[in-house]
């Protein structure tokens, strides 16, 4: 029975190591779970910031046309206002002109002020 004796520790062998490569396999794929479990988490988190930055996002895009369009009100405005700037530029230029004008037309006809005081 030396035969069996040697067949049955070869088998018990075999049992012990298939018993621990199982339990290898076990304890592997516990942690593969745990793992793909923990990236789940961590990929519903990132969906939640990429939500979030998405709706932020959009909200400054609105924000974004209605300041344009604001901006596009106020440049307008800023236009007719640079145009009537430039108008009563023009005008005081003219009148500052005519003025001039006026104040040597009257030297060369030989108008004067008295000379005398007069007294109030």
Known sequence: FGGSAASNERMQMHRNLQESLIDDLSQLA???????????????????????????????ANAMSKNAALAGKV??????????????????????????????LTSIAGYRAPSGRTEL
């Open 30 to 60: 516990s942690g593969l779970k745990n793992n793909s479990l923990a990236v789940e988490e961590h990929l519903k988190k990132r969906a939640a910031v990429l939500d979030e930055a998405d709706r932020g996002l959009s909200r400054s």
């Open 75 to 104: 440049e307008s405005k800023s236009r007719s206002m640079t145009c009537y700037t430039l108008l009563v530029l023009c005008a005081v230029m003219s009148i500052f002109m005519a003025i001039a004008v006026f104040i040597k």
